[in-house]
């Protein structure tokens, strides 16, 4: 099987959205400034693809240069808006790690994947986003929405030293198995000795 070739270019992300031909992309747009008409052309290829199955798309921020290097709450709920219209697409790979979403942004975040009923294999990344534990329970809060995921990889690393401890991660897991066509979970996180680990679990 040929190898997806990386996209790291926003104009050549967009093209290949608007050629809307490829049944697979996998774009690497983090640290990118992209400006806001850059954005905005982005968003509305991807609302108007319909030939998207697979997508990888990482947008991690791991600088503080500029500000147009992170989304922010509103960009990143408006980039999940448009994953999530797209008819086709049913596996997803989205790295938001460093975009500054705390509570409110994990809170839309959830109930946009919530809501959606295409996507059967989501791994997500909310890593480094200054979250809680309450951001991280309203996001799963939404998320149980979800009527169609089959597989979920979560990454809550790097966030708020209180926001899900070792002993709370299995409890967070089995409430996340409320999903009823959820068959696999995995969870990465920090553990005590400051090393991300993760949890598997198989429903």
């Not at 790291?8 to 049944?23: E, F, G, K």
């Not at 979403?101 to 295409?118: C, K, P, Q, S």
């Not at 791994?123 to 998320?143: C, P």
Request: charged content about 20%; hydrophobic content about 40%; glycine content about 6%.
């Amino acid at each position: 099987m040929a190898s997806i070739p990386v996209i790291s270019s926003m104009d050549a992300a967009i093209l290949a959205l608007q050629a809307n031909q490829a049944p697979s992309l996998h774009l690497l747009l983090g640290n990118a400034c992209l400006g806001d008409l850059l954005r905005m052309k982005f968003i509305d290829a991807l609302k108007a693809n319909t030939s998207l199955e697979s997508l990888d798309l990482q947008f991690e921020c791991t600088t503080s240069i500029s500000t147009d290097n992170f989304l922010g709450v509103e960009e990143s709920c408006n980039l999940c808006s448009a994953l999530s219209s797209i008819p086709s697409l049913t596996q997803l790979t989205l790295n938001l790690r460093g975009n500054y979403l705390g509570e409110e942004g994990a809170r839309r975040v959830g109930d946009i994947f919530g809501r959606n009923t295409t996507i059967t294999r989501l791994w997500i990344s909310l890593a480094d986003n200054g979250l809680n534990r309450k951001g991280l329970d309203v996001f799963r809060d939404h998320l149980l929405g979800n009527c169609t995921l089959c597989s979920l990889t979560l990454d809550i690393s790097k966030n708020k030293k209180e926001a899900l401890r070792d002993s709370e991660v299995q409890a967070y897991v089995t409430d996340i198995a409320l999903i009823p066509t959820l068959d696999k979970c995995t969870i990465h996180i920090d553990s005590l000795q400051s090393n991300p680990r993760h949890i598997d679990a198989s429903m």
